[in-house]
């Protein structure tokens, strides 16, 4: 499974990427918007774990960017702002949503449960 991890936080993400690589899992990262589009321009993903509030480009308008590209590739909301409102738009863009700081195994379940509940 290939994952793109998105977030302005540049420890978070890559301390993020290299857990679920040690866990077997193929994960790249980015700390902009405009890189993870290279990136996804580049690789097929099977889900996204986007930072909603990012400098520039939000979640929400890079998710939209990809999905129009990549239709078939899923997505996960991660903030550590949250707000009703985040969740609520979120909640409708993605999968899931979750709160930083995400407990590893918990972030792993949810992309397991997003990418392989659309294979059925």
């Known amino acids: 499974m290939r994952i793109l991890l998105v977030d302005d936080e540049a420890e978070f993400v890559s301390t993020l990427a290299e857990r679920l690589t ?11 918007a405009g890189n993870a589009l290279d990136l996804a321009a580049k690789h097929l993903y099977d889900v996204a774990v986007l930072d909603m509030k990012m400098p520039g480009t939000s979640g929400l308008e890079l998710q ?50 997003t990418v392989f509940a659309n294979d059925r």
């Open 64 to 113: 939209a960017r990809l999905a129009e590209k990549h239709p078939a590739m899923r997505f996960i909301f991660l903030t550590g702002h949250g707000s009703e409102d985040d969740y609520s738009a979120g909640s409708r863009q993605a999968a899931h949503y979750l709160v930083k700081p995400v407990d590893i195994n918990t972030l792993i379940a949810k992309i397991n449960q």
């Open 22 to 32: 040690m866990r077997g899992y193929q994960a790249d990262y980015s700390i902009t």
